[in-house]
């Protein structure tokens, strides 16, 4: 083989690795929805927290979502663990998780701890614990809400299958 072959071999090489890597830092659909539902927990996590001496006390609603919901919200977080697990070690995977898991935390705790919006955060409790206890669900609020967490890398492109005639 040619100098100039194996130079065009390893770039097709280094384009192809390349591309798996962007792929793979890219948010699936279940993905981005397991973002959306950990972001709700998260916004409510810091509501709870901020209103509990308000006369809108968000933390009965918050444990009574956490608890009622307990199986979609593991759910939720395997998935999210699976994504950040993506061409890293369990180490570097749960690192990466902690990480924006607390970003998102960090995210709604920034605020000025404004208790106006005590009322509104409890009846997105209420709403979230009532629901049916789908990851759609939980995601649809989470939208209806205006919650929209960070996806760092975007949304993973689709891909259209076609036949030609």
Not at 70 to 98: E, S, T
Not at 148 to 160: A, D, E, K, Y
Request: aromatic fraction near 6%.
């Amino acid at each position: 083989m040619s100098k100039f072959n194996k130079s065009i071999l390893v770039g097709i090489i280094t384009s192809v690795t390349l591309a798996g890597s962007a792929q793979a830092a890219c948010w699936t659909p279940a993905a981005a929805d397991a973002a959306h539902v950990r972001d709700l927990q998260s916004r409510l996590m810091v509501a709870a927290l901020r209103c509990v001496k308000s006369e809108h006390d968000v933390l009965p609603h918050y444990n009574r979502f956490v608890r009622d919901k307990k199986p979609v919200l593991k759910l939720g977080n395997g998935i999210l663990r699976g994504h950040f697990a993506k061409g890293r070690n369990k180490k570097q995977a749960m690192k990466h998780y902690d990480r924006y898991a607390v970003s998102l935390a960090n995210k709604y705790g920034a605020g000025s701890g404004d208790l106006s919006e005590c009322k509104t955060m409890k009846d997105l409790a209420n709403s979230a614990a009532d629901s049916d206890g789908k990851l759609s669900s939980l995601v649809n609020i989470s939208q209806f809400h205006g919650l929209s967490p960070n996806l760092p890398g975007g949304r993973c492109g689709i891909v259209i299958a076609s036949s030609e005639n």
